[in-house]
């Protein structure tokens, strides 16, 4: 009989490509990791680890066992989801993380919420950028994460997500109170051409976002600063040194001497929170859905401006709906509840 415990770690290691990450990703030290291999390769009888320059390959036998232990594993996380489904009881470990400005916005009501409701429930949060996020879950290291995409760009979801939206955040652009264009109602982005430009670090989806709207509209963007986090770009404005995309989610307070006016593209971006179809059934991430759901509903009452969030309760158009009520996308292999 295979262990199961050993399956998980070779499946970490097929996931991370090396024995230091499979070691991050399970929490556990790398001699570990080596040690229940070990064991593993005795079980089978076959060697599933070889020697790679200063790292380590695995062999055919362990590629084809570790597509079994992927398997093996989601019908165990699945099973494991059932069985919380059936006792109904929102309990144990969930880690969850969110982009900068989601876990500024809205974490701190949502998981206060589920410590509240839920006292047997322990919520681990980290802060990590939407690509990171979904590699997470995808990975194991996270139950549910936070992540957003722009209303040009996508974010690509792999197979084997699920995912719902939270709510549409509408973005203006921030400017010096000193711009000559900061009363008007509205600017287009065009008009932006000879500004320079405070935006997110390279690589990061948000700055790729920035780069291809800017683009497409004739203007080849003159990129001054860089900083990942919302508050540090508005701080940058407020000092004269460029404009920025301005979000709503997370903006207030504004820093003074900044002036935020609407884009005449109404530009928006999309926040939604995805996990593995396989644990679709699990209490927990049920709650910590509707959680979410009830900071977004916080904010409005706040007097926040964060557009409609189709799917407090109504699936979205085209999704199909579950048992957990959640507008869903990107579903392959999660059943509906009983």
Not at 89 to 114: M, Y
Not at 248 to 256: C, H, K, Q
């Given at each position: ?168 955040d509408p973005a203006d652009v921030a400017l010096p109170a000193a711009h000559p264009l900061a009363g008007r109602d509205e600017i287009d982005l065009a008009e932006l051409a000879e500004d320079e430009w405070i935006t997110w670090g390279e690589g990061e989806f948000c700055h790729e976002w920035l780069m291809f709207t800017l683009r497409s509209k004739g203007v080849e963007p003159i990129v001054a600063h860089r900083a990942a986090e919302s508050h540090t770009q ?105």
């Amino acid at each position: 009989m295979l262990n199961l415990e050993r399956l998980r770690t070779l499946d970490a290691l097929a996931r991370h490509g090396s024995v230091s990450g499979a070691a991050e990703g399970l929490h556990i030290t790398t001699s570990a990791v080596s040690q229940q291999m070990a064991k593993l390769e005795r079980e089978v009888g076959q060697r599933l680890l070889a020697k790679h320059g200063r790292g380590v390959r695995l062999t055919d036998a362990g590629r084809l066992l570790a597509e079994h232990a992927a398997r093996i594993l989601s019908q165990a996380e699945l099973a494991q989801a059932d069985l919380e489904a059936q006792r109904g009881q929102v309990a144990g470990e969930l880690r969850v993380s969110a982009f900068p400005t989601a876990a500024r916005g809205l974490f701190p009501a949502a998981l206060a919420d589920l410590k509240e409701r839920h006292p047997a429930l322990r919520v681990r949060s980290r802060e990590l950028e939407p690509e990171n996020g979904i590699r997470g879950v995808v990975r194991g290291d996270l139950d549910l994460a936070v992540v957003l995409d722009w209303y040009n760009k996508p974010m690509p979801l792999p197979d084997g997500l699920v995912k719902a939206l939270l709510l549409d955040d509408p973005a203006d652009v921030a400017l010096p109170a000193a711009h000559p264009l900061a009363g008007r109602d509205e600017i287009d982005l065009a008009e932006l051409a000879e500004d320079e430009w405070i935006t997110w670090g390279e690589g990061e989806f948000c700055h790729e976002w920035l780069m291809f709207t800017l683009r497409s509209k004739g203007v080849e963007p003159i990129v001054a600063h860089r900083a990942a986090e919302s508050h540090t770009q508005l701080n940058l404005v407020a000092a004269g040194l460029g404009v920025c995309v301005a979000p709503l989610l997370g903006r207030d307070p504004l820093p003074g001497g900044v002036v935020t006016v609407p884009l005449r593209q109404r530009v928006r971006r999309h926040v939604f929170v995805v996990w593995r179809a396989d644990a679709d059934r699990r209490p927990s991430i049920r709650a910590a859905v509707r959680a979410l759901r009830a900071a977004v509903r916080a904010l409005r009452a706040a007097g926040e401006r964060v557009g409609g969030a189709p799917g407090s309760g109504a699936p979205e158009s085209g999704s199909p709906a579950h048992g957990s009520g959640v507008p869903q996308e990107g579903v392959r292999t999660a059943a509906p509840a009983s």
